[in-house]
């Protein structure tokens, strides 16, 4: 999506990036960056939550016309309500090793045999 | 201050995945795009005059006959924005699946607040269509061929921003 971003600003339109994953996006670098905080999923608000998303909407509009320069990052102030969340997401420990391995090879096997046939 | 953290507080999705996919067998790590350059366009008019259009990464719903929708692959579209689609697809995307959803369409494509921006008079008006872009592992494909087709519709559609969202 910063990809896209980037083709846009470099043929004159302005854009916002609103998203969760910040390392992705600040490493690819976009003109603006509306970052919250939360799991993977909910870029705009928390499902059900209209304030949020109306505020979190806001904070993207502000910055369109506020911006100076490219990079510029905005982090909204929303908090997801626990943190376990973060630990757990493609967590890799002794409990799940050997399944991911066997994952992985399931899934190259399956893909070995489509490309075969 | 609240706390004192010995660690970073956001998840690094870099790190993670690369650390997951490897013990998935996978030795070779995804090279992420990474620029030292950052284009920039500021806008040409006040945002109230401004027509605002939205990218999402989620898909069409997929077809509920069951044929359909083993034949469903994910392209890129331009689709109304009014009324908003009460759904999208979402299950082959990268998304945290235990810890929240996607049944409110506004929580990743915030189509009814960018409607009621524009009847508040904050932006000039939302553009006519959303637009649909596949997450791809070819960053080529999404440079030379899926970025340009989004900015086609956009001119179309006389979109002078442009908001992009990924789950």
Redesign the interface.
Known sequence: MSLVARHLEANGLPTVVMGCARDIVEECGVARFVFTDFPLGNPSGKPGDAAMQQAILGTALDLLERAWMPRTTVQTPYQWPDDAWRENFMRVDASNREELARQGKERRDLQARLKKS | MDQLRPYR?????????R???A????DKPYA?????????????K??SQ?R?GL?T?AGLPKPADPMAAMLYRREMYAQPAWPPPASLY?DDL???????????V?????L???A??AAAG??GSASPRFYG?P?DYS?GR??ER???Q??KW?REDG?????????
């Open positions: 507080s956001f998840v690094s999705y870099i790190d993670c995945s650390t997951y996919y013990a998935q067998g996978y992420w795009p990474h620029y030292d350059e950052v284009p920039f366009a500021p806008p040409a006040p945002l401004c605002v990218v990464t979402t990268f998304w945290d699946k235990k810890a929240t959803h996607t049944r409110d506004d929580s990743f494509l915030p009814t607040r960018l009621r921006a904050r932006i872009v997450t960053q999404t440079i899926y970025s340009p989004i900015l956009c979109v002078d921003a442009v908001i992009l969202l990924a789950l």
